[in-house]
């Protein structure tokens, strides 16, 4: 989810229709978390959506991950460059960030 006001009902549009799913088709589906992504420590605005969101779905039973992923211009170029952006800017916040994501799930 992005960190904007918008993005919150957006996700609860989407787990509305994740739940529907479950309901009629899957009820083994799970959501394994919400991933808070664009985040910038640059602006209030990430600080307060970041800590609404993680209020809002924890009342909801679920998992808002520990990590955020930072606002990378050269993130969002790395498709362009036809190379994963791991592979291309090994030292970006984000990259780096996708990194702590991964432990974080592998060791939760």
Known sequence: MQCEYLATQGVNDILDA???TKAKYN???NILGILLTMFSSRTNLSSVVTQEARKHFYEV???VFD???SRSIKFAEAPGHGIP???LFTDNEAVQNYRELAK???NG
Do not use: F, H, R
Request: charged residues 30%.
């Open 18 to 20: 994740i739940k529907k």
């Open 27 to 29: 009820p083994n589906l």
């Open 61 to 63: 039973g679920i998992k």
């Open 67 to 69: 990590t955020t992923i």
């Open 85 to 87: 952006a791991v592979d």
């Open 104 to 106: 974080e799930i592998t």
